[in-house]
């Protein structure tokens, strides 16, 4: 082998450069010598050449200047020409380069070469970078390939039809009957290549999957023998008898037995086997347990077998070595949904892969954690999840948070620990959690009316030591507004309290309003709990109107707003203020598009008193966003958006009138119909009514308004009123238009819950405008299809 | 496998292969941010990552870590076997391969690791074929180059 002077003179040359800029220099020098010999005529150097630009190239250099010397050279008919020219190819030509076609004709002449090396050279280029028109112009050169020529070609041509398959798809069918017979050779190289390409093939293509299900005993048959065969010098690797070939049958074998009882029951044995026998001191020991295991979940395996996997993934899981723990984590990730029991054995070592050093380890862990989180383990698993928080990378922290608010919104075994682990969350990792914590918790604190003095204190206490986390100083400040009074008291049956007097409790509530550290968005809520405070606390109200004043020239828009509506609220409607400024209702659980619609429901404890103050206390309502409906529709307000809490305005209160206005909802539903009736027929106008029951006590009533005149209808609009404690969200009608003749029909949904189980009547209002005149009419409708009264 | 990048401690590339189509300024910067990546962890770490949408694997051997790209269906624990597998045949080669033989032959490294893998899958899993074979084409260069000299005389 005799080395080639030049280059390795250039590479010392280079290397011994001390400064990047002498590198660059030299590297000139040499590029310029390589180009001024590309030009000149053929010499016997230009293999040298050519390889010392390879060199350059692979320091970062560009080379481009060498792409049709590489074209020239694999032309030539010297074979370390060629070489080189080859290699050149690969390294600097990819498909999206034009130089890359010129050399399919060279390729095309390679590949019937009679020099089986020269023929290799061809087939690895192709395989490599060959584009999509290569594939195709050279697709049957390769077929022919496959079939006959000796096995090294055969190796090669078929992870060149691999290649092929994977650039264009349709080709497929043109190597399936070559691959089926290569599956007979001897060669383990060509035994490789065919499964590889029976893989591509079946997983392209259904029905080739379908046809080389027949394969499956032959692969067994091959598997058996190198599981079972005594050692083979060629292909052993720790005792092992070539395990690439066993990887690849195990892979092959998944496929074609997933979803098919008949192919999974004749690899049963055979999976069993390779599972028992196969020797795992060593990796390549568990790379093939790792493939058995991978097959058996997949395929329609029987029990056994199936635990037997599962066993082999716990022993991963005690593993010294990383990387197995790693692998078994996957594995058991993918099956947690499936076999859950048989994960949650392991859940001990699991819980302690999170402590591990390893980064991608811990991110398995964490995920696998959390989907092992059950009602009975719930206070443990919660607790190493709590403190993996506090300790684990940054870029895991909002993916443990919301997954600790998930399974604490689903196991909380009681709603005090639910709100600690929300609090504990909120002051460990504050900042990484998502919008919708705030008023999830806000909901989930007013919910629990015997903890507000446990819950204040608390969030007092943390606002005391730490100002910096949004979410917690949002929640501590709204719930100092609400439920100041609880910590004014100074008594609290669930945590020691706080002896606070009134100025305490406002400083604490201006300093968030003038930290540079609270955003906008905070400072609303702290300066709206201060106005709450006025009607809680007895002595300082003064200083209230002082501060509320203060931001009335407040350089934040919103602020500023909402301080000169406390203004007024305290100057011209003070006697609105005690009322405007209760305790909030309980917050129902409402999913996101429940914004606006009214419901016709006995106030629970705000009052409104209607009549001449609407103005302002529609102003304070889109702020507060405490009232729901009065007489007057509400429109919902733009400003809810980041500012507010998004609180779901489905507890309102009316003074109880029999009909409302309506607002749209969301866009209508249809929902088929169950069982209809006819409530309404008159002047050629029809109403249905269809009713669904969604749940014990909700219920889905659809309206469908058709017209049999022969004018058409404008203005079709239905409203709708039930008794007191029946709630009612009516959606968006289809349209208000009825043509005429039945052409059209009109379509309203009406959602009901029914939590008291009160006998349901609803009248129904309609008006339309009819040939110019307005048509309005009333129906009282008693008993509801499908209800089973 | 989408690509197998040998690199030094410093982070000086030693041997790119590429098995899918990416321009060279593509190649230049994932090689680039993948060798900081794998440079920034420590000794005892697990051989596997997910770095952007890729599985890769890698190994250190001495002072050059070989690092492969492979898909998702692909086994990784049988990726470090053909990584070692790669590292057995050049040391057979060269007689105990250090970093420094694969500097100065380069081009032969490329030629030995296109007789084992082919579009990103092995094509030969005997050491001694693989081995076989690129003595055999090393010959065929010598003869060539024989001939040659013996034409220019």
């Known amino acids: 082998m005799s080395p080639s002077v030049p280059l390795q003179e250039m590479i010392r040359a280079i290397r011994s450069a001390r400064t990047q800029c002498e590198e660059r220099g030299v590297i000139q020098r040499e590029c310029a010598a390589i180009r001024a010999q590309f030009r000149q005529a053929d010499n016997g150097g230009r293999s040298h050449n050519l390889a010392k630009l390879l060199y350059v ?313 959390l989907a092992l989180v059950s009602a009975s383990n719930i206070r443990s698993m919660m607790k190493e999840l709590l403190s993996f928080l506090s300790s684990c990378p940054p870029e895991l922290r909002s993916q443990t948070a919301s997954g600790i608010f998930n399974a604490a919104e689903r196991y909380a075994p009681s709603q005090r620990w639910h709100i600690d682990t929300i609090l504990h969350v909120l002051t460990t990792a504050g900042g990484d959690v998502r919008d919708e914590t705030v008023p999830n918790l806000i909901q989930l604190i007013t919910n629990t009316s015997e903890l507000h003095c446990y819950t204040v204190h608390k969030l007092y206490r943390a606002l005391l030591s730490d100002i910096s986390q949004q979410p917690l100083v949002q929640v501590a400040c709204w719930c100092i507004g609400e439920y100041g009074d609880l910590l004014l008291r100074g008594e609290c049956q669930e945590t020691e309290p706080v002896q606070v007097t009134e100025d305490d409790v406002l400083d604490v509530l201006e300093t968030v309003l003038q930290s540079h550290m609270s955003f906008p968005s905070t400072r609303g809520f702290a300066l709206t709990a201060t106005m709450k405070l006025s009607t809680r606390i007895t002595e300082n109200v003064d200083r209230i109107r002082s501060i509320v004043s203060i931001y009335g020239s407040c350089i934040d828009v919103e602020l500023q707003q909402r301080a000169v509506e406390y203004n007024a609220l305290f100057k011209k409607y003070d006697h609105m203020r005690a009322a405007v400024l209760e305790r909030m209702p309980v917050i129902e659980k409402n999913s996101q598009g429940h914004i606006n619609g009214e419901t016709i429901k006995e106030s629970q404890t705000v009052k409104v008193k209607p009549g001449e103050p609407q103005q302002p206390a529609n102003q304070v309502c889109d702020l507060l966003d405490l009232l729901g409906g009065s007489e007057q529709p509400l429109q919902p307000s733009p400003a809810l958006g980041s500012t507010a809490p998004p609180m779901p305005v489905s507890t309102a209160n009316t003074v109880g009138g029999d009909l409302l206005d309506l607002l749209g909802g969301l866009e209508p539903t249809p929902i088929t119909p169950v069982a209809t009736v006819t409530v309404y027929e008159k002047d050629g106008v029809t109403v249905t009514l269809s009713c669904e029951k969604q749940s014990d006590s909700g219920l889905t009533v659809t309206l469908t308004a058709s017209n049999s005149t022969e004018s058409d209808i404008r203005g079709f609009t239905l409203q709708a009123a039930v008794p007191k404690s029946v709630q009612l969200h009516m959606k968006a009608p289809s349209g208000d238009s009825l043509p005429a003749r039945g052409a059209a029909k009109v379509t309203q949904m009406v959602v009901l819950n029914n939590p008291n189980k009160v006998n349901l009547k609803m009248r129904l209002r309609i008006s339309y405008t009819s040939q110019g005149s307005a048509v309005q009419d009333t129906v009282q409708i008693d008993s509801f299809p499908g209800l089973g009264q | 496998m989408q690509f197998m990048l040998l690199f030094s401690r410093q982070g000086k590339l030693r041997l790119q292969k590429w098995y899918v189509p990416l321009s060279d300024k593509e190649r230049k910067k994932i090689s680039r941010d993948l060798v900081q990546t794998i440079l920034a962890r420590k000794p005892k770490m697990c051989s596997f990552l997910e770095w952007r949408d890729l599985k890769i694997v890698y190994k250190r051997y001495a002072s050059l870590y070989f690092c492969c790209a492979v898909e998702d269906q692909d086994n990784e624990l049988i990726t470090l076997e053909i990584i070692h597998r790669y590292v057995e045949l050049l040391d057979k080669y060269f007689g105990s391969v250090c970093e420094l033989d694969i500097i100065f032959n380069f081009e032969k490294a490329y030629f030995i690791l296109d007789e084992f893998l082919l579009g990103g899958e092995a094509q030969e899993t005997s050491k001694k074929n693989v081995l076989k074979a690129i003595e055999q084409a090393d010959l065929l260069q010598e003869v060539h180059s024989v001939l040659l000299q013996f034409s220019a005389l």
Do not use: W
């Open chain 1, 57 to 369: 190239h692979m320091l970062g250099y560009p080379a481009h200047f060498g792409q049709m010397e590489c074209v020239r050279m694999i032309a030539s008919p010297r074979y370390s020409e060629k070489r080189v020219g080859y290699l050149g190819a690969m390294m600097l030509l990819d498909e999206k380069q034009d130089a890359s076609l010129l050399i399919t004709n060279s390729i095309k002449n390679d590949l019937s070469n009679s020099n089986q090396y020269i023929q290799s050279l061809a087939l690895c280029t192709l395989a490599c970078m060959g584009s999509a028109e290569m594939c195709r112009d050279l697709a049957p050169e390769i077929d022919r390939l496959l079939r006959a020529s000796n096995s090294y070609i055969k190796k090669k041509a078929a992870l060149c039809a691999v290649h092929i398959v994977r650039k264009v798809h349709d080709l497929g069918e043109l190597f399936t009957k070559a691959a089926r017979s290569l599956l007979t050779e001897k060669n383990h190289g060509v035994v490789h290549g065919a499964v590889v390409l029976i893989t591509e093939l079946c997983e392209r293509n259904s029905e080739t999957l379908e046809r080389f299900r027949k394969t499956v005993p032959d692969l067994v048959q091959i598997m058996k023998g190198l599981v079972i065969s005594g050692y083979s010098p060629d292909h052993d690797v720790a005792g092992i008898s070539d395990p690439f070939l066993q990887v690849r049958i195990l892979r092959l074998l998944r496929i074609l037995g997933r979803n098919n009882e008949g192919a999974s029951d004749a690899m049963n044995d055979l999976l069993a086997q390779v599972a028992t026998n196969t020797d795992s001191t060593k990796t390549v020991g568990n790379a093939v347990l790792y493939e058995t295991v991978l097959t058996v979940l997949d395929i329609k395996s029987e029990s056994g077998l199936r635990v037997l996997a599962v066993n082999i993934l716990g022993r991963f899981l005690l593993n010294n070595d990383r990387n197995i723990r790693y692998i078994a984590m996957t594995s058991l990730q993918k099956i947690v949904g499936t076999d859950h029991n048989a994960v949650q054995r392991h859940r001990g070592t699991i819980v302690d892969c999170l402590k591990d050093q390893d980064a991608s380890v811990k991110r398995r862990a964490l995920d696998l954690s």
